[in-house]
């Protein structure tokens, strides 16, 4: 049996954050609000309910991140097939994806620790050794930021992600009731399967809009979008113009959270899927429990090497080097 560790980061706000090197987890983030201390990550009481959960919550996402068609991919004239393990196409990396790896613990102290880990040529189809560092960064001002580093023998695809789900009212309630901003001017729609099934669109089509805060409860289902997908569950191009890529409120409008990233896209899923995920409080939550806001290339991007966005390839010699950050401001 792998040993399993928890680490614990904490500022001079007295915000706390605990992360787990199995799969580079962020397990929990707790903020003061006056004598209240709330916990804004959805999360499982024990590891072996994190194995057994396949939500993959706060778990580190790679190689690559979101779906890939058919699970397989070409690159100069070769082909690779991928593992499936959602029907035909490859969710999240594969049935052994990063999120179930143990990851080394490279350093760690008060306010920062930095996992690492080498996935080998094949891994779950994939060409070329890839070696990855994920660190996490506690500011005082209450920032999580997490950077991805990577380097690679054989070129391939990389899109590493965050899966926190958050639910800023500290799981009193379903997020139906937070608002939402995404400063993204299209979006992808997809089909049942997750897959893109056309070129991006203004996000004006179907009412996916979401440039101005908005309550995740509007409208839920009234758009042929999202009634596909049982809620959101896009991928939204984001506006590189545009300082902050997301900000989220929650429903007491106690806590804001301020999204900013060097990706192109953002994927918003309401947690449709989240029941019978097993929860901290001897229970399990209900779908749309918390909301997942992972910064990432857009989905199936190795297919598509038009869109405008930089390339999801990474070659021998490049360094792989992507943000996320998220502050949470209390009111
Ligand atoms: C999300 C994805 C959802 C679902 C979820 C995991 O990133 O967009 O469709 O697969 O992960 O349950």
């Known amino acids: 049996m792998s040993v399993k560790h928890i680490i614990t980061l904490r500022n001079r706000q007295g915000m706390q954050i605990k992360l787990s090197d199995w799969g580079a987890t962020w397990l929990s983030c707790v903020v003061p609000i006056a004598e209240e201390k709330r916990e804004l990550l959805l999360g499982c009481q024990t590891f072996e309910q994190y194995q057994q959960q396949d939500a993959y919550l706060g778990a580190t996402i790679g190689r690559y991140a979101?779906?890939?068609?058919n699970a397989e991919i070409d690159i100069a004239g070769k082909h690779y097939q991928l593992t499936a393990n959602q029907g035909?196409?490859?969710?999240?990396?594969?049935?052994?994806g990063f999120d179930k790896q143990l990851w080394k613990i490279e350093?760690?102290?008060?306010?920062?620790?930095?996992?690492s880990l080498i996935s080998p040529?094949?891994?779950?189809?994939?060409?070329g050794e890839l070696k990855v560092a994920a660190s996490y960064t506690l500011t005082d001002d209450n920032q999580v930021i997490i950077e991805y580093h990577a380097n690679t023998t054989k070129c391939t695809p990389v899109n590493l992600t965050n899966h926190a789900y958050f639910n800023l009212d500290g799981e009193t309630n379903n997020v139906l009731g937070h608002s939402l901003k995404v400063n993204a001017n299209y979006y992808l729609p997809v089909d049942a399967n997750g897959i893109p099934s056309n070129d991006l669109?203004?996000?004006t089509e179907d009412d996916m809009d979401l440039r101005q805060l908005r309550l995740l409860s509007d409208n839920l289902f009234g758009s042929s979008a999202r009634k596909i997908t049982g809620g959101y569950d896009h991928a939204y191009l984001l506006d590189s113009s545009k300082p902050v890529a997301a900000q989220l409120v929650s429903s007491d409008k106690k806590v804001t959270m301020n999204l900013t990233t060097s990706y192109p896209a953002l994927q918003v899923y309401t947690g449709n899927f989240l029941t019978h995920t097993p929860n901290r409080h001897n229970?399990?939550?209900?779908?749309f429990a918390g909301v997942a806001l992972e910064a990432q290339f857009?989905?199936?991007?190795?297919?598509h090497p038009t869109w405008?966005?930089?390339s999801c390839f990474l070659e021998p010699g490049q360094t792989y080097l992507q943000q996320i950050c998220y502050q949470f401001c209390i009111n």
């Open 283 to 287: 229970g399990v939550y209900a779908n």
């Open 107 to 115: 350093s760690q102290s008060e306010q920062q620790v930095i996992f």
């Open 201 to 203: 669109l203004n996000v």
């Open 121 to 127: 040529d094949g891994d779950q189809g994939y060409p």
């Open 308 to 310: 405008p966005q930089s």
């Open 298 to 303: 857009l989905p199936d991007s190795p297919h």
């Open 66 to 69: 979101n779906r890939i068609a």
């Open 88 to 96: 035909v196409n490859q969710l999240h990396g594969g049935k052994l």
